[in-house]
């Protein structure tokens, strides 16, 4: 099949042992580095060292971090320095670090002075990574026996938090950094802008930043203006209002204060002086969550003046830390990125200092953490001194033009709302709803002879939604198995609990199935049916599905909420491999940095992305409690914006369907989207 590699024997790809031939290099032993680094320069090969001391069982994990370049003092990427900076901040020894050369030229002899003293790592080469590393990006962790990976940077850490913690559950301020109900950098970066600005866009823009050696000086990036910007926003916590009312309170008493002594009050919401001490209620709400021995003092009853204020009234809380009062997982991965940049400012661009007030106050403050400068020290990173900011927050506020993605959709007088208006233009240029034929809707597999762990009904839902979900399998599989070929690697994007991965997998042993899923309970329990099964053509990848760059043959997705469905289609269009979605969620389709609407050449010429959206929202009134009327509407506003999905493939080259699927009542999201890549030489649909 075009554009994948066949692995004939999937059992075999799941190696997981790093080679014992590595390097190791450690803080407390400073010369082992380099002494393997100037025996290959002298034509000897490094030393050997085997991985002994540690009982190996099924939970030890392997953590593989990227090691490649140095560019002004930045020896690492800047996602290797983040997450080294979190294992020295948790002192968590529960993994064994990888430093895997991007380059085989790489000097590590520069590592004694970036790593902890307590840290031990061992250096190896790409491709003695196990074969499921090989296929995703770096920072990753893998379990023992090399099926089970975590890739990216925030599922990396926020995983290295929860070690931590279960290593040690007295430090509960660990847990702490996971923020209010444990969601600091939870969302995925493809639907969260805060996760992708976080994990991708700072330290991408930082690192070009570094590396940017032209003659007039480096542009700053667009990234760090916007993480300026989000910094003036005012923030919103679960109790807001209390600490909304503290403040009005504490502004209230002081312009008292002031008028008794004859000075000029301060008007509303003025900030406070960044060497003020720290009585604003945000930073006493900060310093109490951080101190953790000790308990904040119960706040009095508040007079009624302030318990009677209208919400307009009360005074926005202001960033103490990157996402509001408390100190997080987002402000350990911007501190790294921060620094450095700060550095080349100060070195290079001095005069631009003066521009970024309230990232150098975050940055002179996140200091005061606990733990932070003893951790900064420990990962060779030398705070700088820099002068305090005469701009207060409210004065310095950021044009559009300087934040990337805040420019509005320009307006379309021609716009008539509705989904009628819509269907006729685009039926003025011969577009209409139409289904192509489903290949075999009578087909289903004998689930009364499978085994129990196949079943959707393993998933613990009612006995009607397992039905409903074992006929929308019948439709996928029927599919999948008529285009498979053994050998071929099956990837399950969005898996959820693995009902279609685990499906394909028991249906198919001579292939290997890839399940991807951002949430670890939902890949967990899918490993645990697998395992009931006794499956071993099966990987596990807890990942953005952007993470996951291993080439497939066929990428299947059922119900892939939103944009998703389209992430999916356009990753398996990059590897040149079959797909199969069923969407969902159309109402929460939206222009994004990777997807933009409409898709396809034809639908641009005919509709605007209002139009589109209008399509979008409509197509998720399908649901049986819906008058069958407008229902009706909601299925072919459905069909439009897949069509929409269907011929942007078919600009590529591909070959598309879309297929109702049956029985119609398996789900109000029934459509089926089949498209197979140029060339293609199997059985047709």
């Known amino acids: 099949m075009a554009g994948g590699t066949a692995a004939s024997q999937p059992a075999e790809a799941t190696r997981s042992e790093i080679p014992s031939g590595s390097r190791s ?24 060292r085997k991985m002994k001391g540690v009982k190996r069982d099924l939970t030890e994990e392997y953590l593989c971090l990227e090691f490649s370049h140095q560019t002004e003092g930045c020896i690492f ?4 320095s983040v997450t080294l900076f979190l294992l020295s901040y948790c002192d968590c020894k529960i993994f064994k670090v990888y430093l895997v050369l991007a380059k085989e030229s790489a000097d590590a002899s520069v590592l004694k002075h970036a790593l902890s003293r307590d840290l031990e790592v061992e250096i190896i080469g790409r ?62 970066a493809e639907v969260s802008q805060w996760t992708r600005l976080c994990e991708v866009a700072i330290p991408s823009a930082v690192e070009g930043f570094l590396g940017d050696s032209s003659t007039r000086g480096p542009a700053i990036p667009g990234a760090v203006l916007q993480l300026e910007r989000k910094l003036s926003e005012p923030v919103r916590v679960h109790n807001d209002d209390k600490l909304r009312r503290q403040k009005l309170k504490r502004q209230q008493a002081a312009r008292a204060k002031e008028k008794a002594q004859g000075q000029a009050p301060k008007t509303q919401g003025a900030a406070e002086e960044p060497g003020s001490p720290p009585a604003s209620p945000e930073l006493s709400e900060a310093l109490s969550r951080l101190k953790v021995q000790e308990e904040p003092a119960p706040a009095g009853r508040e007079p009624a003046r302030i318990r009677k204020a209208r919400a307009s009234e009360l005074p926005p809380l202001e960033h103490v830390f990157a996402e509001g009062l408390y100190f997080t997982l987002a402000d350990i991965v911007l501190l790294p990125c921060v620094h450095h940049f700060l550095a080349i400012v100060c070195k290079k661009l001095s005069a631009k200092l003066e521009e970024f007030p309230l990232l150098v106050a975050w940055y002179q403050r996140i200091q005061d953490v606990p733990r932070v400068k003893a951790t900064a020290s420990q990962c060779g990173i030398q705070f700088l001194h820099l002068p305090q900011s005469r701009t207060s927050s409210r004065e310095r506020q950021l044009c559009p033009a300087e934040a990337p993605g805040a420019e509005e959709q320009p307006s379309d007088p021609s716009f008539i709302g509705g989904p009628r208006p819509t269907m006729t233009k685009l ?24 085994p129990a762990a196949v079943s959707p009904k393993e998933g613990k839902m009612s006995s009607d939604r397992a039905l409903r979900k074992q006929q929308q399998l019948n439709n996928l599989a029927y599919v999948v198995t008529s285009q498979a070929k053994p050998g071929d690697k099956i990837v399950d994007f969005c898996s959820g609990g693995g009902h279609v991965g685990i499906v394909l997998a028991h249906l198919l042993p001579s292939c290997q199935v890839i399940l991807i899923e951002s949430k670890e309970l939902s890949l967990i329990r899918a490993k645990k049916r697998c395992d009931e099964l006794g499956l071993s053509n099966t ?4 990942a953005n599905m952007e993470y996951f760059t291993g080439a497939f043959n066929l990428g299947v997705a059922l119900h892939a909420c939103g944009v998703a469905t389209d992430m999916v289609i356009e990753r ?28 396809s050449e034809q639908f641009k010429k005919t509709l605007s992305y209002k139009e589109h959206m209008i399509l979008c929202r409509f197509a998720d009134q399908t649901a049986v409690q819906i008058p069958p009327q407008r229902r009706l509407i909601g299925k072919q506003c459905m069909c439009l914006v897949d069509l929409d999905r269907a011929r942007a493939a078919e600009e590529r080259g591909y070959s598309v369907q879309v297929i109702s699927m049956e029985p119609e009542s398996c789900s109000p999201k029934n459509n089926m989207i089949v498209g197979l890549p140029p060339g293609h030489k199997g059985a047709h649909i």
Not at 25 to 48: E, I, L, V
Not at 539 to 542: D, E, T
Request: charged share 20%; glycine share 6%; aromatic share 8%.
């Open 427 to 450: 039926m003025d240029k011969g577009i209409e709803a139409v289904f192509s034929p489903h290949p075999c809707p009578t087909w289903t597999l004998d689930w009364d002879n499978l």
């Open 25 to 48: 290099c450690r803080g407390a032993s400073r010369t082992r580095g380099a002494d393997a680094t100037s025996s290959r320069r002298r034509g000897q090969a490094p030393k050997q």
């Open 127 to 188: 491709p003695e990574l196990p074969a499921i590393v090989q296929n995703c990006c770096l920072p990753a962790v893998v379990e023992r026996p090399g099926t089970f990976c975590r890739a990216g940077l925030a599922v990396v850490l926020r995983h290295i938090i929860q070690r931590a913690y279960e290593a040690d559950p007295s430090q509960k301020e660990f847990l702490q950094l996971l923020g209010f109900k444990k969601t600091c950098l939870k969302a995925c």
């Open 572 to 599: 398996c269009i990059r590897a040149g491999a079959t797909f199969v979605t069923c969407p969902c969620c159309y109402g929460f389709i939206q222009n994004t940095s990777k997807c933009q609407f409409p898709k």
């Open 77 to 80: 990427p800047l996602h290797t």
């Open 539 to 542: 990987w596990f990848i807890q």
